[in-house]
């Protein structure tokens, strides 16, 4: 069987056509790339079930903008409400392995619910098969969850600044 064959448009031209690969070395120069694009589906996907109110984000700011995925690098954060129909969320994560071929390390999954009982927390990490998150916690060295009106929140950047000097 012939696998089909590829080309990219850039700038309105098209590249010549090429046969797909059937793997790509994380050393490979377009590995990063690569990776972007396709997790562009997963918030694709997220999309659409929010179109189809499946899923509900977190409203934010003065303007109730509703935040449902946040993408940094290969981190992906899910921000939803706590009930037990947003599930969907593994859902849609098992789609997304069977659609890219990527596999999702549930047990690196962490979960985090705020205001929401601890038995209702254990019932939705059993459900998503994860760990449970403790907040305050360092993302990308910043503290999330504390209060940045207190001065130890900045210690860490502080000294990170102080380091660079």
């Known amino acids: 069987m012939e696998s089909a064959s590829i080309s990219f448009l850039v700038n309105d031209t098209s590249t010549h056509e090429f046969k797909p690969g059937k793997s790509l070395k ?37 303007n109730n903008v509703e935040v449902g995925l946040l993408q940094f690098v290969d981190d992906t954060l899910f921000l939803c409400q706590a009930r037990y129909q947003d599930i969907v969320v593994k859902s849609i994560l098992r789609g997304f392995e069977l659609v890219s071929g990527l596999i999702i390390n549930f047990h690196k999954s962490s979960i985090r619910a705020i ?46 600044i102080i380091n660079k000097l």
Not at 36 to 43: D, Q, T
Not at 44 to 52: G, T
Not at 141 to 159: A, C, E, H, I, Y
Request: cysteine-free; proline content about 5%; overall charge positive.
């Open 26 to 62: 994380k050393e490979d120069p377009m590995s990063p790339f690569m990776f972007l694009i396709i997790v562009e589906g997963l918030a694709d996907m997220v999309r659409q079930v929010n179109k189809k109110e499946l899923l509900e984000g977190i409203v934010v700011g003065k």
């Open 115 to 160: 205001g929401i009982r601890n038995v209702k927390l254990q019932n939705l990490s059993t459900i998503l098969n994860s760990n449970h998150m403790h907040i305050p916690l360092k993302y990308l060295r910043m503290s999330v969850g504390g209060n940045p009106r207190k001065v130890q929140f900045w210690d860490t950047v502080l000294s990170d």
